[in-house]
Structures are given as structure tokens and as C-alpha cells.
């Protein structure tokens, strides 16, 4: 137990830096202190919140002497909802943040020579807002207005933060969920509590391809049975014209896991379509696909001017999802192959090679750290390789893999500077690292993409 601090101590702080969730670092007799929504060169009052014998953490009581830097968050949840960290931030230093994020995460797990890496300037975006294509809004029932809400949990905790307008949210996907809600209770059914684990509706997932307006609604159920299906359903109809798909997914377990395996299709499409630097992909219920439409645009460009492929060169696209980056560079490669464990994403991403024309693509379902080895026995030898892993990063049977079997060139997209820079410790044994390239994909928020070009060194 810390002796330095105690939970309730009121202190005064001199903020040096953000960390990595993008709060405020200080320090009391050398002793480090994670403060939410303090930024760097401001002097604070804070109070303790929770200590541990290494660091403390603790709330913004008062900002004593304010940074040019802080502006007024727009959002009227900001205080409350754990989905953003940093709209008290001016956008350009939000940028700024992003690339030094990078930077520390290399200082810490010091993949070799990593001060001589090139770390380029971060890409943002000219309108930083209203830019997510997907919500996910858990649903509880509020005992106090005997009515149903949506919205996100406050931070680290099971307390839902009701929301009816979110400023990072696509504006379709917000009208679509308050609808929604008005719906449910309209019809009074029952909302899943799971303290009880019983009731019915656990979520709304609603996404749109804003290319193409084309808007899924998902109903993520406790049970299969979904009561006033039909009249629901009809509704629906009348009152969001863009609704072009209507899914159910059962959620049966008490799990953190938003979806189950079990999707059933209600009403409409069974996919909805979006466009891509002049592609068009079919996005089914659990396919991976980026938040940010725009940003993915210039993520995709930057993983393609890495990747540099020549007509004679094969690749891999590794955690494929619907086959986006892969597909993307179809037109230029020998042989593009991918992977992902969902199978539904496999079957999407067949189905968009088909659509688009390609016969010289392969997907197939699996791991890439049980396929890769699987096909290098069978004699496939991929010239180049695209990675775009969870926030876990690579998993250490592929990264055994990649090192023994070095390609002559690997992409690594991470949207998880830590998980990168400790992969690039291994990596960085058979590979020369070129660049890295952050993007803003998450406009507001304290997380962040990196496309890394390595060149095999050897």
C-alpha cells in the first residue's frame, strides 16, 4: 500500500504530460499521479481517488493556472461518458499528442534502434466530428423515468451514461438508435438486467456506409425471442426509410463480449454496402470494419505506399476482416491471400472479390498464426505481408513465425502503440523499420493507428 498519498488527500499539481489513456501526469515526492482531463503545463488541484504502490490516481477538483491548449468540450457527457478523453484538447495538439504517444511507447519497450526510427507527423482530419459509422449503445432500463435508455458506460465501470447525442457519432446512426429507443418504449419490452440476467434487449449496433446511405440495425438479444417482432419491425419501416437491414444477434452469456454467435436476419438485406477508394464492400452483422470511413481512405493509401507492390509479388492480408486492404491492392499483386477467424467476414470478403472481378485472391478461415505456417508448408511464400491485429497485438506463434520465415516486405497497422512497439522488439531482429505513420482515426479519443513499413534486412 502507497504511504505517500492517501485516497481523499487533496493536492497541487504541475501537469508535465499526458499519458497514455490521455490523462495528466504529475508528481508528488517523485511519486506518479494519472489525472483525467488535466493537460500539460497547467497547475491543479486534485484529489486522490485510488493509490498503488507505484502510481496513484486522482480526479481534477480545480485548474489552478490553465493551458492555451484546453478548450470547451461541446459534448454535454463529457464529464461522465468513458468514450472520449480528449475533446478538452485543441485538435492540433491532439495530433501532436499522438505522434509523442508513439514515441513514448518505443522509449519504454526499446526495440532496436529505435531512436534512429522515423516517426512521421500524424494525419488528422480537417472536420475532427461526427465521424463514427457504428454505435453500439448498451440498453438498461431506468427504474426513476420507468423508461428505457442507450448510451455508453462511464469509464472502467457498468454505469450507463443515457445518450441522445453523440458529436463523434455519425448523425444517421444517432437519429437511428433515439429512435429505436422511442420504439422500445412504446412497446414496453423488456430490457436485459444483469444483475437479474433476465429480460431481453442488451444492445442496438447500428452502422451505415456513408458512402452509399445504406443503415443495419442490429437487436443484440439475452434470448432468441424478440417480442412485437413484426409491428416493431413495421415501424421501423415508416419512421427510417434508411434502414435497409434488420438482424437480430443472441448474446446469451454473462460476458463483456458484445456479440454472440448466433445471428438471425429479421428484415431486408442480410448486408449493407459501403465504398472504399472506388471499391465497393458488402459489411455484414460482425464484420470488422474501420470506424472512421474517411481516415480509412488515408490509412489504406498509406498501408498501400508501404506495401509498394510490383505485378510478380504475392500477399498476405492478415486478420483480412471483409478483405478491404487486400482487395485494395488486388489489381496490382500476383496473388493476394487472407484470413480471419470470422467466418462470416471469409464469406464476405469472397463474395466482394467476386463482385469486384478478382480471380487471384484466396480466403479461408482460421488464425493467421495456424494458416501462415500452413501454407508456407504447402509452399506458398508471400513476397509481402499486411498485419492489421486486435489491440493484443500479434499473437506469438505468428510472430515466431514471421521472424523464423521473414517476407521481404511487412506492413504492421496497430491501433495499439504499446502492443506495437513490443512486437517491433522481435520484428526489429530480421527487419529494418523504414517508418512510422500514425493516423487519427479516433478524433477526441486518446487512441490512435500507426502503419509501420518494414523491409526484411536480409
Same mark, same amino acid.
Given at each position: =500500500? ?12 504541475? +501537469?508535465?504530460?499526458? %499519458? ?17 482531463? #488535466? ?46 478523453? &480528449? ?13 509523442d504517444l508513439l514515441l513514448q511507447a518505443l522509449k519504454k519497450y526499446r526495440p532496436k534502434g529505435y531512436q534512429r526510427y522515423q516517426v512521421k507527423p500524424t494525419l488528422g482530419m480537417s472536420e475532427p466530428w461526427y465521424y463514427r459509422n457504428k454505435a453500439q449503445f448498451q440498453l438498461r432500463y431506468n427504474p426513476k423515468t420507468k423508461k428505457a435508455e442507450a448510451g455508453l458506460y462511464e469509464a472502467n465501470s457498468h454505469r450507463l451514461v443515457a445518450i441522445d447525442d453523440c458529436p463523434v457519432q455519425e448523425k444517421t446512426t444517432q437519429k437511428v438508435i433515439n429512435t429505436v429507443v422511442q420504439l422500445i418504449n412504446k412497446y414496453e419490452l423488456p430490457i436485459y438486467d444483469e444483475r437479474k440476467n433476465s429480460g431481453i434487449l442488451k444492445t442496438l =449496433? ?21 417480442? /412485437?417482432?413484426?409491428?416493431? !419491425?413495421? @415501424? +421501423?419501416?415508416?419512421? &427510417?426509410?434508411?434502414?435497409?437491414? !434488420? ?10 463480449? +458484445?456479440?454472440? @454467435?448466433? $445471428? !438471425? ?27 472512421? *470511413? ?38 496490382? #499483386? /500476383?496473388?493476394?491471400? %487472407?484470413?480471419? !477467424?470470422?467466418?462470416?467476414? +471469409? ?8 463482385? =469486384? %472481378? ?7 478461415? %482460421? ?10 508448408? @504447402? ?9 492489421? *491485429? *486486435? ?6 506463434? &505468428? ?19 504499446? $502492443? &506495437?512497439? /513490443? ?10 523499420? @523504414? ?5 487519427? =482515426?479516433?478524433?477526441?479519443? #486518446? ?9 526484411? /534486412?536480409?
Amino acid at each position: =500500500m502507497n504511504t505517500q498519498v492517501a485516497v481523499g488527500q487533496t493536492l497541487q499539481l504541475q +501537469i508535465k504530460r499526458l %499519458g497514455i489513456n490521455g490523462e495528466g501526469i504529475g508528481y508528488f515526492k517523485r511519486l506518479i499521479i494519472f489525472v483525467p482531463k #488535466a493537460l500539460p503545463g497547467e497547475k491543479i488541484t486534485a484529489k486522490i481517488t485510488q493509490t498503488n504502490p507505484k502510481f496513484a490516481q486522482a480526479s481534477l477538483i480545480k485548474v489552478l493556472c490553465k493551458s492555451s491548449d484546453r478548450v470547451t468540450p461541446p459534448c454535454p457527457f463529457y464529464d461522465r461518458c468513458g468514450g472520449c478523453q &480528449l475533446q478538452h484538447l485543441t485538435y492540433n495538439k491532439q495530433l501532436d499528442f499522438k505522434q509523442d504517444l508513439l514515441l513514448q511507447a518505443l522509449k519504454k519497450y526499446r526495440p532496436k534502434g529505435y531512436q534512429r526510427y522515423q516517426v512521421k507527423p500524424t494525419l488528422g482530419m480537417s472536420e475532427p466530428w461526427y465521424y463514427r459509422n457504428k454505435a453500439q449503445f448498451q440498453l438498461r432500463y431506468n427504474p426513476k423515468t420507468k423508461k428505457a435508455e442507450a448510451g455508453l458506460y462511464e469509464a472502467n465501470s457498468h454505469r450507463l451514461v443515457a445518450i441522445d447525442d453523440c458529436p463523434v457519432q455519425e448523425k444517421t446512426t444517432q437519429k437511428v438508435i433515439n429512435t429505436v429507443v422511442q420504439l422500445i418504449n412504446k412497446y414496453e419490452l423488456p430490457i436485459y438486467d444483469e444483475r437479474k440476467n433476465s429480460g431481453i434487449l442488451k444492445t442496438l =449496433m447500428v452502422r451505415i456506409g456513408v458512402k452509399t446511405n445504406e443503415v443495419q440495425l442490429v437487436f443484440i438479444t439475452h434470448t432468441k425471442k424478440l417480442l /412485437k417482432k413484426n409491428t416493431l !419491425i413495421n @415501424e +421501423i419501416n415508416q419512421r &427510417l426509410p434508411e434502414v435497409v437491414s !434488420i438482424m437480430q444477434n443472441v448474446q446469451d452469456k454473462k460476458s463483456s463480449q +458484445i456479440f454472440g @454467435e448466433e $445471428t !438471425i436476419h429479421l428484415w431486408g438485406k442480410e448486408t449493407i454496402e459501403e465504398q472504399l477508394n472506388d471499391l465497393t464492400f458488402d459489411l455484414s452483422t460482425r464484420a470488422f470494419f474501420q470506424l472512421n *470511413p474517411q481516415q480509412t481512405s488515408i490509412l489504406y493509401d498509406e498501408a498501400i505506399k508501404a506495401l509498394n507492390i510490383t505485378p510478380d509479388e504475392t500477399v498476405v492480408d492478415a486478420y483480412c476482416g471483409v478483405g478491404t486492404i487486400g482487395l485494395s491492392v488486388a489489381d496490382k #499483386a /500476383k496473388e493476394v491471400r %487472407g484470413m480471419d !477467424i470470422i467466418d462470416q467476414a +471469409i464469406e464476405d470478403a469472397k463474395r466482394n472479390a467476386q463482385k =469486384m %472481378g478478382y480471380t487471384n485472391t484466396y480466403y479461408e478461415t %482460421g488464425t493467421a498464426e495456424k494458416l501462415l505456417p500452413k501454407w508456407l508448408k @504447402e509452399g506458398f511464400t508471400p513476397d509481402s505481408i499486411i498485419v492489421d *491485429p *486486435p489491440r493484443t497485438g500479434l499473437d506469438d506463434k &505468428l510472430l515466431q513465425t514471421l521472424v523464423a520465415t521473414p517476407p521481404k516486405k511487412l506492413v504492421y497497422i496497430s491501433c495499439n502503440v504499446s $502492443t &506495437l512497439a /513490443k512486437d517491433l522488439r522481435k520484428l526489429a531482429k530480421v527487419f529494418k523499420v @523504414e517508418y512510422l505513420q500514425s493516423v487519427d =482515426m479516433f478524433p477526441q479519443t #486518446a487512441r490512435c493507428e500507426v502503419v509501420t513499413k518494414l523491409t526484411r /534486412k536480409f
